[in-house]
């Protein structure tokens, strides 16, 4: 194999999340590179006609990261170190997944699987000065999560709202408690941090999420706000996503393991990259801009 290998740490389940159709894949997106984040970028854009037998083409470099965006036949990869590499995938390119036991069983696939945020193995050939991608892998478990993401996007709160309106009566009475006030104090907040392209809770993040509900159930009319952020790796789209999808686990951390009443949550939102805490530059300002803030708010008139 090629010593231009781009080896990545093991990437997360995704979550990170395809925002338009695979009916739209040959849709223009605006890429996202490294260069534009002040990293080393290795993208590369390639043209002309694929041949039918690519066996005696030269040997490219394996990727191993998450697709970050695509366009009509152009895939982004980005590694776990946020490196982007832009291939070209035709015909003659290999897609499967694996799942089963030992993970041995191989389901051949289209473009169309290729979702954005889906975390892929790739290995290449050069072609026309460029990429062209012999054989892409990636597990049926991450597809599936990322096709869930896919189709659930305008859904994804779904389970809060349906919480809420169980409260209904006890939201309503909040409601005419604080009617009209759009000013609250700020008593407190707790950010609780993540791996690169993941949502899943750390141990230490569940002890400070009760730790921060118990606090809050001890002020009177204290409601919270969660608001989760993303850093600066990938595109826009999966990082809206992504930031969405931590905020929406740590709301129902808060309200099914730390007893914490839906009707004393504000709405959740997710902010992407926005508001960073720390140099995104860095790996550790990234790590520390991975986070959800919760927010303990009490109202300004109610305290009067």
Not at 171 to 195: C, K, M, P, S, W
Not at 197 to 211: D, H, I, N, R, V
Request: proline share 4%.
């Amino acid at each position: 194999m090629n010593t231009m290998t781009l080896k990545a740490a093991a990437l997360p389940l995704l979550a990170v999340a395809a925002t338009s159709a695979p009916a739209a894949f040959a849709q223009e997106l605006e890429p996202v590179t490294a260069q534009a984040r002040g990293q080393t970028d290795s993208q590369i854009t390639v043209f002309g006609e694929v041949p039918s037998d690519i066996s005696n083409l030269p040997e490219g470099p394996e990727l191993e990261g998450f697709i970050s965006s695509r366009t009509g036949n152009r895939v982004q990869v980005t590694s776990a170190n946020g490196v982007t590499t832009e291939v070209r995938v035709a015909d003659v390119t290999d897609i499967r997944s694996t799942g089963g036991f030992l993970g041995l069983s191989k389901n051949t696939l289209g473009t169309d699987a290729l979702f954005n945020g889906l975390p892929v193995t790739v290995q290449t050939v050069e072609f026309d000065s460029g990429l062209l991608a012999s054989r892409i892998r990636f597990k049926n478990g991450d597809l599936e999560t990322a096709r869930m993401i896919h189709s659930g996007t305008n859904q994804r709160f779904a389970r809060n709202e349906e919480m809420i309106e169980e409260n209904a009566a006890a939201t309503e009475a909040l409601r005419g408690r604080v009617a009209n006030i759009d000013q609250y104090n700020i008593r407190g907040t707790t950010n609780v941090y993540f791996d690169t392209g993941k949502w899943e809770l750390s141990p230490q993040a569940e002890y400070q999420l009760c730790t921060v509900a118990q606090q809050a159930a001890d002020m009177d009319n204290a409601v919270l706000l969660v608001v989760g952020y993303t850093d600066n790796v990938g595109d826009e789209d999966y990082n809206q996503v992504l930031s969405e999808r931590r905020a929406g686990r740590v709301v129902n951390f808060l309200q099914q393991r730390c007893s914490w009443q839906p009707w004393r949550m504000m709405t959740p939102t997710g902010m992407s990259e926005s508001d960073p805490l720390a140099d995104n530059t860095t790996a550790a300002g990234r790590a520390q801009n991975r986070r959800v803030s919760v927010n303990i708010l009490t109202s300004k008139a109610l305290e009067g």
